[in-house]
DNA sequence: CGAATATCGCTAGGTAGCGAACGAATTATG
DNA sequence: CATAATTCGTTCGCTACCTAGCGATATTCG
């Protein structure tokens, strides 16, 4: 989604891209050593920090549709980072758990906290509560025409 | 790439994915009648204003990788509505030209101008301004970093 | 209880993005 | 001029997003 203005000046929505595209592009290449993608890494991180979790939670969680998850799910577990058992209380849910090389993986893994403090390190606090209003706005208007079609 | 923190409150990085997805869902549920991508609009929008564009121009003008404007000029060729001729200038080139069926269905398309409205029509021009900026600086210093790797 | 409904995870098929590597063509350089 | 370096577009293989639809399980409700 460029939406670039007919005149060609800068809009709200191309910046918009860039910035999501080229801090995925940063979090894609550090993680480029370690085999791993930007949102596999998410995955990790939650399963390091909150522990084993319901795929459906994991998936609220980071805001991924059901489909997108099982891929990526599929994927850390083909590569043995990840492991799916069946949930007690519910037989359809399958809960995610670190399998050991897992475990080692992430302690191995740079912090990439860096990236955010990159980013947006040292810009005025207004401004930065500015931006996240204004987008914050648009996204609830943009979900909103979603949800009436 | 969510870039929430790690006590869930809201982060510019968060919003921005969040913002970023929401605009190109609603560009896709509008043009999911006409069998067409948010990118591939942008390629028929360019070829319907600017007139017959070679490859390469376009790919800087929609900020695409040379691989991924290959694979999106592919669709649309199969699809009948841009034609791929060699420009005589320079052989390695591939000029692209709206053929009359991509002609004609870029007359049935819906004007997708509303989307860049509703999500920030009437919005504090400052605040706006200010978001610009912000997402600018933001997206320059990730670009930095990258091109230091 | 039994039937309709909802939810969970998966598969299939699509778009959009990337990097790497390649052939062909062009341009720069020694 | 000949060779080296670059550029253009393609192909390959990958991540990450989506919708639609399926089977299995839970839940709701008549």
Redesign the pocket.
């Known amino acids: 989604m460029d939406q670039r203005s007919d005149a060609g000046h800068p809009t709200v929505g191309a910046w918009t891209?860039r910035c999501y595209?080229a801090g995925r592009?940063l979090m894609d290449s550090t993680l480029r050593p370690y085999d791993l993608?930007?949102?596999?890494?998410y995955v990790l991180w939650h399963l390091a920090h909150v522990g084993p979790t319901?795929?459906?939670d994991l998936?609220r969680a980071l805001e991924?549709?059901?489909?997108?998850l099982?891929?990526?799910?599929?994927?850390l577990v083909r590569k043995g980072l990840v492991r799916?058992t069946s949930s007690g209380d519910?037989?359809?849910?399958?809960l995610l758990t670190l399998t050991a090389a897992g475990e080692t993986l992430w302690r191995e893994l740079p912090d990439l906290s860096f990236i955010h403090d990159a980013a947006f390190g040292g810009i005025d606090e207004a401004e930065l509560a500015t931006t996240i209003r204004v987008l914050q706005t648009a996204t609830g208007r943009l979900n909103n025409l979603l949800r009436k079609e």
Do not use: M
């Open positions: 891209k595209l592009a993608g930007s949102t596999q890494w319901v795929q459906r998936g991924l549709e059901r489909a997108t099982s891929g990526i799910v599929a994927t799916q519910d037989q359809r849910q399958r």
